[in-house]
């Protein structure tokens, strides 16, 4: 363990962690050994897995920064939210409207404890860490920490980012992105990214290895399976697509494949 590594109190650090997985690979601090050697064995394999979690988070930043400051969204519920470590979304949000208000959802006690944590340290207002399952939408949607502190008769967009593909056809994750999207009022944004199944066998073999050892079965589906999830949203240009190409600033990484495909779009409520 690094000598400056900081660990909130009950924080397991000896069990692999996705959410602390996906931070490392972003460069972040909030990781810890057994994390590293995990996503170091996901590494072997595919050496540029990092660009992809980067292009991933990339992605969610130039969306929450056009819908905050474009669209003027000011409420994010963030559904399998993972750590706010790396430019976050209440950062991004913020940024633009520092009244935005956004809710970090993820199921593991873990990473809710971390980033309560994370969110009292650093003094970060308008913004709540909440366990819940994305498996149960229903008791996000109703209960009363998320209800008292998001309003769903204004819009609301609902940020999928990287987790969907952490729930099995089996547990009906087109049905549970139907429940989450029948709150939501004119004018709310549905924002997903998902591993698609156009990897090589070898990358996705240890992706999915590395994950399942950290408890969370990866599932990649074709964009034809991901693109049913904006059913009764108009998707914005350019559609679904690339993470790396949804409306770059700069795209400076062509010669980078990444050999993970990622595949993100939004859709508005018309």
């Known amino acids: 363990m690094r000598e400056t590594e900081w660990v909130p109190s009950g924080i397991d650090t000896w069990t692999p962690n996705g959410a602390r997985i996906y931070d490392y690979m972003l460069g972040g601090h909030d990781n810890y050994p057994a994390d590293r050697a995990a996503a170091d064995r996901m590494l072997q394999s595919n050496p540029a897995a990092p660009r ?18 474009e669209v003027g969204i000011t409420q994010f519920l963030d559904v399998g939210s993972g750590l706010p470590t790396q430019r976050n979304v209440h950062e991004v949000a913020q940024e633009s409207n520092r009244d935005a208000r956004i809710v970090y959802v993820d199921r593991d006690p873990t990473v809710i404890r971390h980033s309560q944590a994370l969110l009292e340290r650093h003094g970060v207002r308008n913004a709540i860490a909440f366990e819940g399952d ?5 008791r996000i949607l109703t209960h009363p920490n998320i209800t008292g502190f998001l309003d769903f008769n204004r819009p609301v967009a609902v940020l999928l980012v990287a987790i969907l593909h952490f729930v099995s056809d089996e547990e009906d994750a087109h049905g549970i992105v139907r429940r989450l999207a029948s709150v939501l009022v004119p004018g709310s944004h549905l924002v997903i990214s998902h591993t698609t199944d156009e990897s090589p066998p070898d990358v996705m073999e240890a992706a999915q290895q590395g994950f399942r050892l950290a408890g969370s079965p990866l599932t990649p589906r074709s964009r034809a399976g991901i693109s049913r999830f904006f059913t009764g949203f108009d998707l914005l240009e350019p559609g679904l697509v690339d993470v790396r190409d949804w409306r770059p600033a700069l795209r400076t990484d062509q010669a980078w494949p990444s050999g993970w495909t990622i595949a993100g779009g939004v859709g508005a409520r018309p």
Request: hydrophobic share 45%.
């Open 52 to 69: 992809t979690a980067m292009a991933n988070r990339d992605f969610l930043g130039r969306v929450v920064s056009h819908l905050a400051g």
């Open 134 to 138: 994305l498996r149960s939408p229903g």
